[in-house]
């Protein structure tokens, strides 16, 4: 199978994140991508949630969601490992527990890959997977010394920090998340002032 990866925090998973897996297989051909939440990633903080709610949304996110001959799954291997998350370290998770008939690739923003020069051992990841970048904050493509390309995706700017910062302030952000991860955030009261349970 043809495999993408998609790595984040997934704090909450949001519609952005879906469109992503979806262009991965109608504009790379892709017939699955792996769902990788971090631990600790490197270029962020997680912020409101323990590992195991990030999880549960990731799971009612994706079981009401389906694109024909696309298989997704959740691989949960960063959550296992102690340390920082880095995206080396979740390739070569990828490549020691599946079987891939030809680079993976690896699905990130434009706002992730603007920096991407200065990951961990970026010049190996590059060698070992195909970067597919997706617009969400820039109008035009970035430039960068490591082979990738777009998708021809409409921008989507939300992010989950802004997701969070609008469930803090009350004000509208339902409709930026499945249903059944909004009904979870309102439940549980995630991402409100002392809502960490």
């Not at 990130?108 to 990951?119: A, H, N, Q, V």
Request: proline letters at 5%; glycine letters at 6%; a negative charge.
């Amino acid at each position: 199978m043809r495999t993408a990866i998609l790595g984040g925090t997934f704090n909450p998973v949001h519609w952005g994140h879906l469109l992503l897996a979806e262009l991965a297989h109608l504009e790379a051909g892709y017939d699955r991508v792996l769902f990788i939440p971090t631990r600790k990633p490197a270029h962020k903080t997680i912020e409101g949630v323990r590992d195991e709610q990030r999880l549960e949304m990731l799971q009612l996110a994706l079981e009401g969601f389906s694109v024909a001959d696309l298989t997704i799954k959740i691989e949960a291997c960063e959550l296992y490992r102690p340390g920082v998350s880095d995206s080396i370290d979740t390739v070569l998770c990828v490549d020691e527990n599946y079987v891939l008939e030809e680079r993976a690739g690896l699905l990130l923003g434009d706002d992730l890959f603007e920096s991407f020069d200065t990951w961990k051992d970026a010049s190996e990841l590059a060698q070992k997977v195909d970067l597919w970048v997706a617009r969400r904050k820039f109008s035009d493509p970035l430039v960068s010394r490591f082979p990738h390309r777009y998708f021809n995706n409409p921008r989507f700017p939300v992010s989950s920090s802004e997701i969070r910062e609008r469930v803090q302030k009350n004000q509208a952000w339902r409709a930026l998340v499945p249903g059944p991860v909004a009904r979870y955030i309102a439940d549980h009261q995630l991402y409100r002032q002392g809502g960490l349970e």
